[in-house]
């Protein structure tokens, strides 16, 4: 009875209901940002998964190897950038915009990279999200010394054997294995993740939390 007059009352809301509301909406946009701050480099993590299924798959479909690239053709792991591309004239070049076959090697690869660096089409990390692993963030957070299987993680954040920064899948959707860290330089616990290629082409990914792999 009084929870009904007090949903029906005609005076409307009171200054202190008003208060309440306020202050449920500010801590909600507030748990609302901490999320957003804390996924920045799992959203990152999925792009390169994605990258990879991706190239993996084209590859199978059409018989020709495909490339994920972390050094955007410049001989170190990108700041910020990664592309694909599938090498249809297989010179095992980096992305040609006419190959060989008149292919463009980066629109035939069927995925998506609305981003550019350096003239090839690409996939922009996040703002504060670097390739990395062991490099210290504002707190002191680190992911140590071993990824998720053990291996160790590379300062670039970026191995794939001979193959160096770039990942590549043959016809038979197998690979170089090798390894994606990412972390977000802007997180005070060191959060980041990882996406692991095997050389079977089983593609894994995994986050860090600050303090152990899950």
Known sequence: M????????PKGFTLVELMIVVALIAILGGLAYSN???TKEKIACGD?????????MR????????????????????DNFFTVYLDTDGDAAFGETSNANGDNEFTVSNF??????????????????KFGGKATSPGGGTMGVYGP???????DGVTFGASGNRAS?????TAAAGSVY???????????CAVIVSSTGIIRKYNWNGSSWN
Request: proline fraction near 5%; hydrophobic fraction near 40%; glycine fraction near 14%.
């Open 48 to 56: 390169v998964y994605s990258a990879f299924q991706s190239a993996k």
């Open 182 to 192: 990412l972390y977000d330089s802007t997180d005070s616990r060191g959060a980041g």
């Open 149 to 155: 299987t053990w291996g160790v993680i590379p300062d």
């Open 59 to 78: 590859a199978i479909s059409t018989g020709s190897s495909a490339y994920v690239d972390f050094d955007m053709n410049g001989g170190a792991v990108s």
């Open 36 to 38: 957003f701050k804390r």
């Open 169 to 173: 899948f043959n016809s038979q959707g």
């Open 112 to 129: 998506a990279m609305p981003d550019a660096s350096g003239g090839a089409p690409g996939v922009a990390l996040p703002e504060g999200v």
């Open 2 to 9: 009084y929870l009904i007059g007090f949903f029906k009352n």
